[in-house]
């Protein structure tokens, strides 16, 4: 059914909480992994635009997408990464189209009203705009 699943991380402890779920997903269905990462640091949003040098942040969100990717292939899973740069959103959306992906599979942290405001806005453009479904899994406390 999922033949490629964007798996949307965060760079934090809340993909511990995603990555079983959806490792376990992909030998169900078979399906390969994209783990994308969205460096949205000041040098990652004007990489392009300024002709910026990789940043320290980028290079260390490569080398995690890498390790993660490199945990799922020991278990058998086809795995590919991608660092996307600027808008967290944006970069989901655009890879999952790009990569033609059918299935994002993001984290969802449980904030209410002023939170949801702060923090939740990556989750509610990707809901509203994703031409795919979308897999909420609640992060771990």
Do not use: W
């Not at 995603?18 to 997903?25: Q, R, S, V």
């Amino acid at each position: 059914m999922y033949q490629k699943i964007l798996v949307a991380l965060e760079n934090s402890r809340a993909d511990e909480t995603l990555l079983p779920h959806i490792g376990e997903l992909a030998k169900l269905h078979g399906s390969e992994l994209l783990l994308v990462h969205v460096a949205d640091g000041f040098v990652a949003r004007n990489y392009e635009q300024l002709k910026l040098a990789e940043s320290q942040e980028m290079k260390d969100d490569l080398a995690y997408l890498e390790n993660s990717a490199g945990t799922l292939r020991a278990r058998g899973l086809t795995v590919d990464t991608f660092l996307a740069l600027g808008d967290p959103a944006e970069g989901i959306l655009k890879a999952a189209e790009d990569r033609q992906c059918d299935l994002i599979a993001m984290t969802a942290h449980g904030h209410r009203l002023l939170g949801d405001l702060l923090y939740g806005s990556t989750i509610n453009e990707v809901r509203h705009k994703a031409q795919v479904p979308v897999l909420l899994v609640r992060a771990g406390k």
